[in-house]
């Protein structure tokens, strides 16, 4: 079955790298977007970017540019997604999902985030 | 950026309908996606492209979009329906994903 396998529960110090894993089974990797989701205790969903495991190219949100970055090996279908600098406010789970999409001449248009990993609990403290 | 309104709070009887909002500047002009959290799960895909079910989710889930709110409407609602439900667009303007802040559904 079609499914993402996400790597265990990480505990970090303030400042220090995080790097969660994402395997994906039961389809083709590089056919369909990986989009990374993360969720404090008690709070919303909040999006922290894309990956297209064929190309690679990646799409992060403002608010985590330049401390978040998102990679594939595409010979084991995973995906990771690195977080640096930590701090206690990053203190969440995290997801991973895939995304169906097309691309046309009007630019990309990704569809829902149809599968989901079961996510990687991050703590951050000193 | 952005930004996606939902209520914080919804509340119906078991059998319902309930009706669920997310609003934005001119989001008909967006595909909305909807999903579905229970605690300690991760979310579900319940509706994409504004009225779409993907398979294995009951028709009794249904979803419109058209000037500046979109709705998820639930009907017949059942207990196992108690969830949190967020709405979620891609901003092509920024090229980034948005989540709605999610909407708490009480089973009465």
């Known amino acids: 079955q079609v499914q993402l396998v996400q790597s265990g529960a990480e505990v970090k110090k303030p400042g220090a790298s995080v790097k969660v894993s994402c395997k994906a089974s039961?389809?083709?990797?590089?056919?369909?977007?990986i989009n990374w989701v993360r969720q404090a205790t008690g709070q919303g969903l909040e999006w922290m970017g894309w990956m297209n495991p064929n190309s690679g190219n990646t799409g992060y949100a403002q608010k985590f540019q330049g401390r978040v970055t998102m990679t594939r090996n595409t010979s084991i279908s995973t995906a990771y997604m690195e977080l640096s600098s930590l701090r206690s406010e990053d203190t969440a789970v995290y997801y991973c999902?895939?995304?169906?999409?097309?691309?046309?001449?009007?630019?990309?248009?990704?569809?829902?985030?149809?599968?989901w990993g079961q996510g990687t609990t991050v703590t951050v403290s000193s | 950026s952005y930004v996606l309104t939902q209520p914080p709070s919804v509340s119906v009887a078991p059998g319902q309908t309930a009706r669920i909002t997310c609003g934005g500047n001119?989001?008909?002009?967006?595909?909305v996606h909807w999903y579905q959290q229970k605690p300690g799960q991760a979310p579900v895909l319940v509706v994409y492209?504004?009225?779409d079910r993907p398979s294995g989710i009951p028709e009794r889930f249904s979803g419109s979009n058209s000037g500046n709110t979109a709705t998820l409407t639930i009907s017949r609602v059942e207990a196992g329906d108690e969830a949190d439900y967020y709405c979620q667009v891609w901003d092509s303007s920024s090229d980034q994903g948005v989540f709605g802040g999610g909407t708490k559904l009480t089973v009465l």
């Open positions: 492209d504004d009225s």
């Open positions: 001119n989001i008909g002009s967006k595909s």
């Open positions: 039961g389809y083709t990797f590089t056919s369909y977007d």
């Open positions: 999902a895939r995304v169906p999409h097309y691309y046309d001449s009007s630019g990309y248009f990704p569809y829902g985030m149809d599968v």
